[in-house]
């Protein structure tokens, strides 16, 4: 009894055929000896007309010596390999269910038997099965299906090399990935709907083939004639898979023009989407890979026409003068311009990118209308744009010098336009006008003093130190019966003359 489960896909390109036949290994007779059905066989019939890749599974495999098995497996083309032969040691198996895998990372020990997948395991190759297998084989490994038509009888020999143990097979499967009808650009299928379900599964890549990003080289393709010239947007979708979507005008896989490209649509590592302004008659070459050696699957390719773009940036942003910065607009359904208007004074708009960038050169806060727009129209927004100041830069000296009694005056300097000034720990008969910054007065004690002072505006606040020294002796007050030196009756000399008249008075009495 033959079994078929096809996979997914609308070129579904896997599929198990599965013989649930039993096999007696064994017979009476000189070894090596045939098995009871020789060969047993399973009929391959499915739409795809190249393999990618073949695995076969042993299921229910038992033999009380399995290092005497010998297994040959022909495929319809009549390619084939010995993928079993003189492995598994002397001792009884058990039961166990073996698949064979190129991509298995071992072999069949050569001295026991488990269930497992496995490489094809072949201790020695130079043993010959009994007629009507083949005397030789046509390669090692399982890819020696690979890239021929699986359609038709499969045949599996079995024979038992020594006499005296016998054993048994339940049945056998092989699982064909197939790569898909369109897999090459020669091959493309005719995109002509709206929407069709595609699979890049056992997709290969051509030699010359162009690549957009990615590792993967699992590349499938359409060809599709634009109706009309206008803008058309394509997109991948209802996939678990990384997508990469390109879009191409050429005559030969080594020859091909990009015009569209695109990885993510939307979230990192998703499906894809892209805008093409296309071209009436023009037939363009629809590529769809994925971008890892695991994103294969399967998946939706829409074609339709572009509508209104929505803006989806930030509604607010802030930047600082002299900082140079950038704010993007972003759009959903393919934006191919953007517009900005009522922007800051030093900014710009990449009407390309949607990328508003510059250095501000002044503060405020500016309503900036953006846009984004296609072929369908244009989709309007706003972004509240709040230029603040830097914080002031103190520029004036770390010094000043003044003298006891005399006026002194120092201006506190800053960049960005400061709006408030302070001084601390200032001399005493100093002081500091909060709005001009100047330090002012008439200092009344000698000495050195380390003052802070400071700058402010809305951005910040700027400190400094400042050395503030006052020199000279104090100044003493003129008093007003001092005559400076005159020999009026004021002053010391004018004393001593007036002590000595009052004495000769005396004597002369």
């Not at 300097?413 to 002081?431: C, D, E, I, K, V």
Request: net charge negative; charged share 10%.
């Amino acid at each position: 009894m033959v079994l078929l489960a096809l996979g997914v896909g609308a070129a579904a390109q896997a599929a198990t055929f599965t013989s649930s036949s039993l096999v007696t290994i064994n017979e009476p007779g000189a070894a090596p000896n045939k098995a009871s059905l020789y060969p047993t066989t399973i009929n391959v019939s499915t739409v795809i007309t190249s393999a990618s890749s073949v695995t076969i599974t042993l299921n229910g495999l038992s033999h009380a010596r399995p290092i005497d098995l010998d297994m040959i497996l022909v495929s319809p083309a009549g390619r084939s390999i010995k993928f079993l032969s003189d492995v598994g040691g002397s001792s009884s198996s058990g039961t166990v269910t073996l698949t064979f895998d190129d991509n298995a990372s071992s072999t069949i020990p050569s001295n026991v038997m488990f269930s497992g997948t496995y490489r094809p395991s072949v201790d020695f190759t130079s043993e010959t099965l009994p007629s009507p297998a083949p005397f030789s084989t046509t390669g090692t490994t399982m890819s020696t299906f690979s890239g021929y038509d699986p359609n038709g009888l499969w045949r599996l020999y079995i024979s038992d090399d020594t006499i005296g143990s016998t054993g048994s097979l339940n049945g056998w499967s092989l699982t064909i990935n197939a790569s898909p009808a369109n897999d090459n650009l020669a091959s493309a299928a005719v995109l002509a709907s709206a929407l069709i379900t595609g699979t890049n599964i056992g997709a290969t890549s051509e030699i010359g083939e162009p690549r957009g990003v990615g590792i993967a080289r699992a590349s499938v393709w359409w060809d599709w004639t634009a109706p009309s010239t206008a803008d058309f947007v394509f997109e991948t979708s209802a996939t678990s898979i990384d997508t990469v979507l390109g879009i191409y005008t050429g005559s030969s896989v080594g020859a091909l023009t990009q015009v569209a490209f695109n990885d993510d649509r939307a979230a990192v590592g998703g499906p894809s989407g892209l805008i093409l302004s296309a071209t009436s008659g023009t037939v363009y070459h629809i590529q769809v890979d994925g971008y890892g050696s695991a994103d294969v699957g399967t998946f939706d390719l829409t074609v339709s026409v572009p509508t209104t773009p929505t803006v989806t940036s930030p509604t607010t942003a802030s930047g600082t003068v002299g900082t140079a910065m950038t704010y993007q607009i972003t759009a959903s359904n393919y934006p191919t311009s953007y517009s900005a208007s009522g922007l800051p004074p030093g900014f710009t708009v990449n009407t390309t990118t949607g990328a508003i960038s510059g250095t501000p050169t002044a503060a405020g806060t500016f309503v900036v209308t953006i846009g984004a727009a296609n072929s369908a129209g244009n989709g309007p927004g706003s972004v509240t744009l709040t230029i603040g100041l830097s914080p002031p830069t103190i520029t004036s000296s770390a010094s000043a010098a003044g003298a006891l009694g005399a006026a002194f005056s120092y201006d506190i300097t800053a960049t960005n336009t400061p709006t408030g000034f302070a001084a601390g720990s200032l001399p005493p008969g100093l002081s500091v006008n909060t709005a001009t910054g100047r330090i002012s007065g008439t200092p009344t004690k000698s000495g050195t003093w380390t003052s802070g002072i400071f700058a402010t505006n809305t951005g910040g606040t700027a400190s400094k130190a400042l050395t503030i020294t006052v020199g000279g002796a104090p100044v003493a007050a003129a008093s007003s019966s001092d005559d400076s030196g005159s020999c009026g009756l004021g002053s010391g000399l004018g004393v001593l003359l007036l002590a000595f008249l009052m004495r000769t008075r005396v004597s002369r009495r």
